[in-house]
């Protein structure tokens, strides 16, 4: 069968590698792809909006199964668009995408089915919103996180450890800084504990856990800087060991199903869980109704099954069927990114050491590059995502490292301490 993959980020590009190793699958195209996923799949000048355009080329190249990588355009309903054509898609319909593009509606549910969240108020304007931030202060909180309800490209949420910063944040998102994104605010509890990721394949039937991962949302080491799109990770995350696991399985991810189920909502795809581990039980910070990038870089670097079959059988309603196995060799990501970002920064620039940077177990995901004059220049704020794989996650992170060193442009630069938690914990396990 022939594929597509909508989208042109890192994410898209590790989904078209991957895929094409399928033995089920002839051809691999992107829509629109970049210059790295150009080695991987036929990238077809179509964007991620073009809805019907899609579709148009779905049937036209008799694709027999269509991802899409980004949230945006499930939430502007491919997956209805696609359906209605009789085409074969991979990710929940505009209904069910809403767990990711409104994050009232995610609570509601989240609370409806007992799931573990952080306690939580949304207010439509912003002197009740301004009034609760303040009695909550007074009741002794040492911080509350405020979140724009809808989409706001990872920029809507500020964990606030200040009452007036958190007002002006308030203000600002009925203020429409975040354009409609801002017309509902959440008020949340602030969690306190490690972060990781969870994916997990359902068909809405069966859920299917991925390898756990963690990503690092700071810009610079040591977890400061402005937040990113995410600027590395690995798997599996340690801090979601077994026990961790276990109750990630019943308080969380058997719930969803049963949620979806009690809901009707039509979810055939990846569910990605951004859990915080607690002292008590790991609760749900958000969830996202795709892959999570780069974590999915490192995660399927890990897979040794066909993602394709795995797929297929999701979409079809038979995820019950498909069995996933594992590598037990972590996996680290590290991702470089343009000087500047996650702000203002420069384009265009000729990279260099790519092909170097490739060997045996190192593999370069693409992000933002494009093609200009015959070179592959940087065109986005994340650039590259430097994978490898390793004995233990000590020598993934050297050997992912050794190859990034390898690579360069004007004002490119990476964290030079992805993976640090990992180590710390194992660590610590090693030491007593
Ligand atoms: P979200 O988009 O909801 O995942 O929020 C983005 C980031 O804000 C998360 O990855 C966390 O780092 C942080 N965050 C969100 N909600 C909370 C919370 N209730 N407590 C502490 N940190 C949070
Ligand atoms: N890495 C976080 C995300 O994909 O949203």
């Known amino acids: 069968m022939d594929i597509l993959v909508v989208g042109n980020g890192g994410r898209e590009h590790v989904l078209c590698w991957k895929l094409k190793q399928s033995k089920m699958v002839n051809k691999v195209f992107c829509a629109p792809g970049n210059a790295g996923i150009a080695r991987d799949a036929e990238c077809v000048d179509i964007g991620v909006d073009e809805l019907e355009k899609l579709a148009d080329f779905a049937i036209e190249h008799r694709i027999g199964l269509t991802v899409a990588g980004p949230e945006a355009p499930l939430c502007a309903g491919i997956v209805d668009v696609f359906e209605k054509r009789g085409l074969k898609i991979f990710g929940p319909d505009k209904t069910a995408a809403q767990l990711e593009g409104s994050k009232s509606f995610a609570k509601d549910f989240m609370q409806r089915h007992g799931i573990p969240t952080a306690k939580a108020a949304t207010f439509d304007h912003a002197d009740a919103a301004i009034a609760y931030i303040r009695q909550e202060f007074a009741a002794g909180g040492k911080g509350i996180v405020i979140k724009a309800d809808g989409l706001a490209a990872g920029k809507g949420v500020l964990v606030a ?11 600002d998102c009925f203020g429409g800084r975040f354009g409609g994104a801002g017309a509902k605010v959440l008020i949340e509890e602030c969690l306190v504990g490690e972060e990781a990721s969870i994916l997990a394949l359902t068909d809405g039937k069966t859920i299917v856990p991925l390898a756990s991962s963690q990503d690092h949302k700071r810009a610079f080491d040591g977890d400061t800087g402005p937040n990113t799109g995410g600027m590395g990770s690995y798997s ?19 719930r969803f199903l049963q949620g979806i189920q009690d809901d009707k909502l039509n979810f055939r795809g990846i569910i990605f869980v951004g859990i915080m581990v607690t002292e008590k039980v790991p609760k749900v910070l958000e969830f996202n109704v795709r892959f999570g990038d780069p974590e999915v870089q490192s995660v399927l670097s890990r ?10 059988k999701t979409v079809e309603g038979r995820l019950a069927e498909a069995s996933l196995k594992w590598s037990s060799d972590p996996a680290v990501c590290v991702v470089m990114a343009s000087g500047g970002y996650p702000e203002h920064y420069e384009k265009g620039h000729v990279i260099s050491g790519l092909a170097a940077a490739e060997s045996d177990g190192v593999k370069v995901f693409h992000a933002g590059t494009a093609f200009k004059d015959g070179a592959i220049v940087n065109a986005g704020g994340r650039v590259l995502g430097i994978c490898a794989r390793g004995e233990n996650i000590k020598s993934a992170i050297e050997r992912a490292y050794a190859a990034a060193d390898k690579i360069s442009w004007r004002g490119g630069f990476c964290r030079r301490d992805i993976g640090y938690r990992a180590i710390a914990r194992l660590e610590k396990k090693n030491g007593g």
Do not use: C, G, R, Y
């Not at 979601?240 to 969380?252: F, G, N, P, Q, R």
């Open 161 to 171: 450890q200040d009452e007036n910063a958190a007002a002006e944040f308030v203000k």
């Open 236 to 254: 599996p995350a340690p801090v979601v060991d077994d026990a961790v696991m276990a109750e990630v399985k019943t308080l969380i991810l058997e």
């Open 303 to 312: 897979l040794d099954s066909d993602l394709a079959d795995a797929m297929l």
